[in-house]
């Protein structure tokens, strides 16, 4: 995706990361990777493969341009102990939908209680922001393309409802529009 060999890599290690991650992005991705490390070391060792991570960032290419990232990653194994052995990272180039400065940070759980979401520069995960089971179902239906009409009808709650959802969701997701909540929610798992 940014053209670097994995000999550069190697040559230059860790440094490397820090000098192909945006100036302006390299504390919120060091922040999305600590908090994710402390999240997962106190969840119970039965638990903590069943949790993901995910964020995006600007990274430059060997070109000297920047694309947008989505870095997601699963645990794969455990040690003995619990701690985290293998972990699968997986880079996508979003930039065709990412076009905004605004980097956003999922961890996702096995119950809808335990998922939380930062879209700002300040990672949190304050409960507060995760979407309830209705803004779900409201965003699964905004996504499939359905007017705040029809999604009223299939949910049967009022229209005023629905854009109440709406509005409250670009809120705890820190969006600026329908479409951009949509693409998040679909690259990050949400939906």
Same mark, same amino acid.
């Given at each position: 995706? @940014? ?15 820090? &000098?192909? @991650?945006?100036?302006? &992005?390299? %504390? ?5 990777? +600590? ?25 430059? #290419?060997?070109?000297? &341009? ?10 794969? =194994?455990?040690?003995? +102990?619990? =701690?985290? !052995?293998?972990? !699968?990272? @997986? ?14 940070? #999922? ?18 995960? &304050?409960?507060?922001?995760? *979407?309830? %089971? ?7 239906? !905004?996504?499939?393309?359905?007017? /705040?009409?029809?999604?009223?009808? %299939? ?17 705890? *997701? ?8 949509? %693409?998040?929610?679909? /690259?990050?798992? *949400?939906?």
């Amino acid at each position: 995706i @940014i053209g670097y060999t994995h000999e550069y890599l190697i040559k230059r290690g860790v440094e490397f990361l820090h &000098d192909f @991650i945006h100036k302006d &992005d390299v %504390k919120f991705v060091y922040q999305c990777l +600590r908090k994710s490390w402390e999240f997962i070391s106190t969840r119970a060792t039965s638990s903590k493969k069943a949790y993901s991570s995910s964020f995006d960032c600007r990274i430059k #290419t060997l070109t000297g &341009d920047y694309l947008r990232i989505l870095h997601q990653n699963k645990i794969l =194994n455990l040690d003995r +102990r619990g =701690n985290v !052995l293998y972990v !699968l990272g @997986i880079c996508t180039d979003i930039s065709h939908w990412h076009k905004d400065e605004h980097a956003s940070f #999922t961890i996702l759980g096995p119950e809808e209680a335990q998922n939380f979401y930062c879209a700002c520069q300040e990672v949190s995960l &304050d409960n507060s922001e995760k *979407l309830s %089971k209705r803004q779900r179902q409201v965003l699964q239906l !905004l996504a499939e393309g359905h007017s /705040s009409r029809e999604i009223s009808k %299939k949910l049967n709650i009022s229209e005023n409802t629905v854009k109440v959802h709406r509005r409250n969701m670009l809120d705890k *997701l820190n969006m600026h529009n329908t479409n951009h909540m949509i %693409k998040f929610a679909v /690259s990050h798992g *949400l939906i």
